[in-house]
């Protein structure tokens, strides 16, 4: 596999200077911003991204101030409340997007972050305390013990909140195969753990966060 010096060269040749580049790279929240935030955030930005899953952001997006508003500001012990028949009162409710499977989603998420909050004391503290050499175990966790969050909507989910991870995209996932790190996307355990070494590696050469290792790597790969 490439090392990083690679990739960073590639980049720069890409946007024409190592300013110009850096200008695009993305930068992770501190530990200290993630804690800062409080629970009621998080649950509703696992919802937004549940609900943008397979769907055109910009309408999801449009929708959410109304989402706030039925779900409380999604408070999580209030809609960890939420009674099936409530959920299917919202069903006919059009300020929303009605899709019973994700709606049922979100008490079950508010489920999981309350659960959370009482190992850790709030969820921002949960994901700052996650090791980054180890984010593939946050997708699964997020994925097992969440509802609708396998796939790529765990790391989706963690980059809209801040928290430093690679993302599988399609130009990410070609680049991994064009350095023989795996051979397909990977969505086996095996596959996810060399992609994470391979990611460890590149870390370690540069001492980069995981979302700028991930745009570099995206930038090798030629349209």
Do not use: C, Y
């Given at each position: 596999m490439r090392d990083f010096q690679w990739m960073l060269e590639y980049g720069i040749n890409r946007f024409g200077s190592l300013k110009a580049l850096e200008a695009r790279l993305p930068q992770p929240?501190?530990?200290t911003q993630l804690i800062s935030v409080p629970d009621d955030r998080y649950l509703s930005l696992i919802a937004l991204r549940v609900f943008r899953a397979g769907l055109r952001h910009s309408v999801v997006d449009?929708?959410?101030?109304?989402f706030e508003e039925v779900f409380w500001q999604f408070n999580p012990e209030k809609v960890v409340l939420l009674s099936a028949e409530h959920i299917e009162r919202l069903m006919q409710d059009t300020r929303i997007i009605r899709h019973l499977g994700k709606l049922k989603s979100v008490p079950r998420n508010?489920?999981?972050?309350?659960?959370?909050?009482?190992?850790?004391?709030?969820f921002g503290a949960f994901l700052a305390q996650w090791p980054e050499d180890d984010i593939v175990g946050l997708w699964r966790y997020l994925a097992k013990h969440g509802h609708q969050l396998g796939g790529l909507s765990a790391?989706?989910?963690?980059?809209?909140?801040?928290?430093?991870?690679?993302?599988?995209?399609?130009?990410?996932?070609?680049?991994l195969v064009?350095?023989?790190?795996?051979?397909?996307?990977p969505t086996s355990q095996r596959d996810l753990a060399l992609v994470q070494e391979a990611f460890n590696?590149?870390?370690?050469?540069?001492?980069?966060?995981?979302c700028q290792l991930s745009m570099l790597l995206a930038l090798t790969v030629n349209h």
């Open positions: 929240a501190t530990k449009a929708k959410w101030p109304n508010a489920q999981m972050l309350l659960d959370i909050r009482h190992e850790f004391g709030s790391p989706r989910f963690l980059r809209m909140a801040g928290k430093d991870t690679f993302v599988l995209s399609d130009d990410v996932v070609a680049a064009a350095q023989d790190i795996v051979t397909k996307r590696a590149w870390q370690a050469q540069s001492g980069r966060p995981l």
